[in-house]
DNA sequence: CTGCATCCTTACCGATACTG
DNA sequence: CAGTATCGGTAAGGATGCAG
């Protein structure tokens, strides 16, 4: 498999780009790597789901659950009581993709001191060629 | 390591985000993906690169370029000539980025077919209870 | 050839108000 | 509680023109 296969094969028309780009984008979303990590541990309700991220609005949380669960990573319980009561977790094909991400999550993390001293050497460089 | 380790400390602030999750935008943006996947074939120069992706801006390609050698990923080589003529390639920490991406793209490319029979689960169950 | 600068359109996303 | 609907600021990103 090459870099082709990745790329949309129209690259002038504006289409939807490749499927896999799209899942992609869905799985390494803000909310949704967020997302993913959370449900690997546990279930979780919306607003419970909310407080332990943080940060995510409604709108937004509502939106990443309602594209992972298209998807068919996450799968949405909703009982009819009231105050209504809604679950969400992780299916095996989220199962897959949360450890997926969280393995590529964990990669990032242990690196990122190497990738914090490459920009001070970047902008150090930088500093001297421009302004002085 | 948990889910608060990944998120910002400070939900309300409009600050720059936990560290981690930028390098982690920057190797799954659009270009960055495939920018890594074209050079852990070979070393490109940038037109070639240009053509290889396909469907990229000039703007695109030089930012994505930029990040990811501000990053440490990828090392780029000017020559003084005319025409002028500069070459990408991967770093160490680059390759370890690329194998880490290209790991997820597979499995991303590996479900596809998983992802697009839920999608259409899905939109079906929508289909019978919204409209009719 | 390899960029950088500018304009301009789009689409993301947060805030707010409202529904069942 | 668990969302939906709408508005608006902002930033991503494509197109174009110009420079070295």
Redesign the interface.
Known sequence: ????????GK??VNEPMC???L???H??S?WG??VL??LMERSYRFSELRR????VSEKMLAQTLQTL????FVHREAQPVIPPRVDYWLTG?GK??AE??W???????R??P??????A???RAREGTVTN
């Open positions: 498999m090459g870099v082709r296969e990745v790329v949309n690259p002038d499927p896999s780009r899942v992609l984008e799985v390494t803000r790597v967020l990590a959370a332990t991220i943080g940060g669960e298209r998807d068919g094909l897959e993709a997926q991400v393995a590529l999550a964990r990669w990032t993390e690196r990122v190497a990738v914090q001293a490459a920009r050497d970047y902008d």
